[in-house]
């Protein structure tokens, strides 16, 4: 039940009570000795955290997790904890521990290859590539993820791919491609009511927009993302965005609104 409840308000943005179902959740699945119950939660609880940009929060969680799955050896527990892990340090600018981890974790599924978790493995190696700067490898990464999640009918990790695809292919320079998977993902996560994505999605339309020179597009995308971030319950919303939407009403002559944006 508990598990119903907290995929429910995480899939729709409501992250404060997905935690609250996520801590009820590993708490029953520990004291009932359901090994691998208790790494879902804690998995899923340190996803949460990452998705509000609490990183040591998540890590926390996520080592939890991993203190329970080591002595199964079981994959399927195992992998989970990982992958999140090695998200989390790559969110950290610790390139080479996120690399470490990704690998284990790609090595623990090799018997699960068809599995949702193999996907989300090969779209934490993308985003890896990406912050590294390996375009090429990124892009190669995220069309594999949106295959593979095509095949399985996972909707949320497809939008995954498709802001990646969006993000390698901005910096390749192939401004076509990205705008298309930009708005792809945003179409997705508008219909399933998956607003963190929605945000990401707007960001990088943002981004393509202040690219071909279209700086009011540019401002009304980042506006857009900047008030759909405020709707998240204890989201922390990213610097960067308020700068990025500063740059823009400095560039504007609106010198208040940027000044106010920057402090």
């Known amino acids: 039940v508990f598990f119903f409840f ?55 969680w996520l080592q939890r997790g991993l203190d329970v799955a080591r002595p199964t050896g079981w994959a399927i527990a195992l992998g989970p904890c990982l992958r999140q892990m090695g998200e989390v340090m790559c969110a950290m600018g610790r390139m080479e521990s996120a690399q470490s981890l990704l690998d284990d974790a790609l090595v623990a599924y090799g018997p699960l290859r068809n599995s949702r978790n193999f996907t989300m493995v090969l779209t934490a190696l993308g985003d890896l590539a990406l912050a590294r700067g390996d375009y090429p490898r990124a892009l190669e990464h995220f069309q594999q993820t949106v295959t593979r999640a095509q ?8 939008m995954e791919g498709h802001i ?57 995308n980042f506006e857009q993302a900047l008030d759909t971030a405020r709707k998240i319950d204890g989201y922390l919303i990213p610097s960067d965005l308020m700068f990025a939407l500063a740059e823009q009403y400095a560039r504007a002559e609106r010198y208040a609104d940027a000044y106010h944006m920057a402090i």
């Open 164 to 220: 990646g695809i969006a993000n390698a292919s901005l910096k390749l320079g192939h401004i076509g491609e990205a705008e298309i998977s930009a708005n792809t993902a945003l179409s997705i996560a508008r219909s399933q009511g998956a607003i963190a994505h929605e945000v990401n999605a707007l960001r990088l339309l943002a981004r393509i927009h202040s690219v071909r020179g279209n700086h009011a597009g540019a401002t009304t």
């Open 6 to 60: 907290l995929a429910r308000d995480h899939n729709t943005g409501n992250f404060g009570g997905a935690l609250a179902h996520m801590n009820l959740a590993f708490e029953a699945a520990t004291q009932s000795g359901q090994s691998l119950s208790a790494v879902v939660a804690a998995v899923n609880t340190g996803a949460t955290y990452v998705s509000l940009n609490d990183h040591d929060a998540a890590l926390e």
């Open 151 to 158: 095949h399985l009918a996972q909707t949320d990790t497809a």
